[in-house]
């Protein structure tokens, strides 16, 4: 009995102890000074940079200038990230996906695609389920095909600069691809080059 | 002939400050353009070349304003587009934001922009001097390098 309370008391102390010393949180505005860290991996500010160049490119591209007026349909494609490092691609992908709704000359699909909203498929088989009012099951023929692709690469290259520093260089790479003909209808490229220790890490 | 050489100078200073003043009016004063707002403080080394807008066949706008950089020394500025919408309401995006440039001696300094959407009504270009956190934020999406 005394044990337990002896080991519950030390827990207490060593808990009280460790929270006086650790920072207390704080908030990170999103352009703050602060928020502004640099490290040789990717950071979201990478993801920005990568984002508004390839916007800015596909805008002012025409690409998604659909003849005869209308909106095109975008799906997501393959975007493969080819670097040291373990991320999700939608941290560049939704800052794009929003930026192309917003622009209002394109739309996306959630139907198909390698981001897409399995219930959009899976929402179907509720027609062949008798508890489901018919009235209320979506009908067939109301999906959107795509017209184009998004697809791309995320590339890392890293080299010794020299005795002490090592570069490090990050490769976005994008292409809309015409779905109906299989024509490349833009590509870009965003590089991004840090430099810094060889004792530092990028995973 | 002191006299002669006196009305000489008064006449020519006349003739030359006549030119220059025709000079003034004939090229386009560019940093009045209502597009472009630029800190009075930029105005010893930071000059505007060029503004170039307009509107595409699909409605979204394009803009390139031009400066130099007219000293012998790199300098830095910051700068932001806003775009506006039919309301007046500037938009928020990630294709607007303040961004630093460090400009090298006596080279262009370009600002390429587009709308963010084909509903853009007007635009404005800010060209201000750096804050000192400006001066922060070296990540890559506030701040590029232009020679």
């Avoid at chain 1, 590339?155 to 003909?181: C, G, H, P, W």
């Avoid at chain 2, 006349?14 to 004939?26: E, N, R, S």
């Amino acid at each position: 009995m005394k044990k337990n309370k002896l080991i519950i008391s030390t827990l207490f102390m060593g808990a009280v102890l460790f929270t006086g010393c650790s920072h207390k949180p704080e908030y990170l505005p999103e352009n703050s000074p602060e928020s502004s860290i640099i490290t040789m991996g990717i950071d979201r500010q990478d993801f920005e940079k990568a984002a508004s160049d390839m916007v800015k490119s596909l805008l002012s591209s025409g690409a998604l200038d659909k003849r005869g007026g209308g909106k095109y349909v975008v799906m997501m494609s393959d975007i493969v990230n080819d670097t040291t490092q373990r991320f999700d691609v939608k941290f560049i992908t939704k800052k794009m996906r929003i930026a192309i709704l917003n622009s209002q000359k394109a739309i996306l699909t959630s139907a198909v695609g390698t981001q897409r909203d399995d219930l959009a498929q899976d929402s179907r088989k509720l027609r062949e389920n008798d508890e489901f009012k018919k009235s209320t099951v979506i009908q067939k023929n109301t999906l959107y095909a795509p017209e184009l692709s998004l697809s791309g690469n995320i590339l890392q290259r890293t080299a010794k600069a020299n005795k002490d520093d090592q570069l490090v260089e990050y490769y976005f790479q994008l292409s809309m691809t015409d779905i109906k003909t299989g024509l490349v209808t833009w590509e870009d490229e965003v590089v991004i080059g840090k430099i810094g220790s060889n004792d530092t890490v990028t995973w | 002939m002191k006299k002669i050489y006196l009305t000489l100078v008064i006449v020519s200073a006349i003739i030359f400050a006549g030119c220059a003043q025709k000079d003034v009016k004939v090229e386009p004063k560019l940093s009045d353009d209502e597009h472009i707002i630029i800190d009075s403080s930029l105005n010893s080394w930071l000059k505007l070349e060029k503004l170039n807008y307009f509107q595409k066949s699909d409605g979204f706008w394009v803009v390139q304003a031009k400066f130099k950089n007219m000293t012998f020394t790199n300098r830095n500025v910051a700068y932001k587009i806003d775009w506006i919408d039919k309301n007046g309401f500037i938009i928020k995006s990630i294709l607007s934001k303040w961004k630093v440039a460090t400009v090298e001696e006596n080279r262009d300094f370009i600002i390429n922009g587009v709308s963010p959407s084909n509903q853009i009504k007007d635009f404005e270009i800010r060209v201000q001097r750096t804050s000192i956190d400006d001066e922060k934020r070296k990540d890559s999406s506030h701040y590029e390098y232009q020679n």
